[in-house]
C-alpha cells in the first residue's frame, strides 16, 4: 500500500505545466479567455492559416506551423500539421530517451493541442455537394486529436469547443498546470468526437 509521501509524490510528479500549445480550430468562438490566460502564462503558441490569425488579432504572438516545419501548407491546405516536428512533439514521452531525439531533430514538446473539427455533420445536412462534403473530412485535426490523446500522461488535448470552458476552469485554478487525472478526462473526450 502507497504511503501518503508516496502519493504525493506521484501526484506532485503527475502535475505538468503547459509551456507550449498547437491551437488549430474550426469555430474560434469561446476561443479568446482562453488565448489570454495562455498569453499571461506566457505559453509558446503554434497555430496554421486561419486560427494563426485569429490568434494574432487577438494580439498573441504565434509561431506558424510552417515555420517549425519548414514545409508550406500544401494541396490546397489539406496538409498543414502532418509532419514529424508536429507529432514528434505531442507523442514524445517527457523522458531522457525521447527527450534527446527531440532535441537531435530540432523538435519542441508540445504540451497542449487544441483542435475543433470542420463541421463535417453540419455540411452533410446542408449540402449534397460531395466535393464540399469531401473536403469537411478532417484528417489533420483528427489526427492531432489522437496523437495527443495517446500520450495524456504529458499532454493537455482539448478536443472539440465543448471543451474551451473546462480548458479555462484549469488554466485559471490551476495556474496553467494540470494533473494526471485533468489530462485522463480530456483524453477520454478525446474518443467521443
Do not use: C, W
Not at 6 to 18: G, L, P, R
Not at 130 to 151: F, M, P, Q, V, Y
Not at 169 to 181: M, P
Amino acid at each position: 500500500m502507497p504511503t501518503f509521501a508516496a502519493s504525493i509524490e506521484t501526484t506532485v510528479m503527475s502535475s505538468k505545466k503547459i509551456q507550449s500549445a498547437l491551437i488549430s480550430v474550426f469555430h474560434k468562438e469561446g476561443l479568446e479567455p482562453i488565448v489570454a490566460m495562455l498569453k499571461d502564462l506566457g505559453v509558446q503558441l503554434y497555430s496554421t492559416g486561419g486560427t494563426q490569425s485569429f490568434l494574432e488579432s487577438l494580439g498573441a504572438e504565434v509561431t506558424a506551423v510552417e515555420s517549425l516545419t519548414d514545409y508550406p501548407s500544401i494541396l490546397d491546405g489539406r496538409v498543414k500539421t502532418l509532419h514529424p516536428k508536429i507529432f514528434g512533439g505531442i507523442l514524445a514521452r517527457r523522458e531522457p530517451g525521447h527527450r534527446e531525439e527531440l532535441q537531435q531533430y530540432e523538435i519542441p514538446e508540445i504540451d497542449l493541442v487544441i483542435v475543433d473539427l470542420y463541421p463535417f455533420e453540419e455540411t452533410l445536412a446542408n449540402t449534397d455537394d460531395e466535393a464540399a462534403i469531401i473536403e469537411k473530412i478532417d484528417i489533420g485535426g483528427i489526427s492531432l486529436i489522437r496523437a495527443a490523446a495517446k500520450n495524456y500522461k504529458d499532454v493537455v488535448v482539448v478536443p472539440s469547443r465543448a471543451d474551451y470552458g473546462f480548458l479555462l476552469q484549469l488554466l485559471q485554478e490551476k495556474s496553467g498546470s494540470t494533473d494526471l487525472t485533468d489530462r485522463q478526462a480530456l483524453a477520454r473526450r478525446a474518443f467521443l468526437v
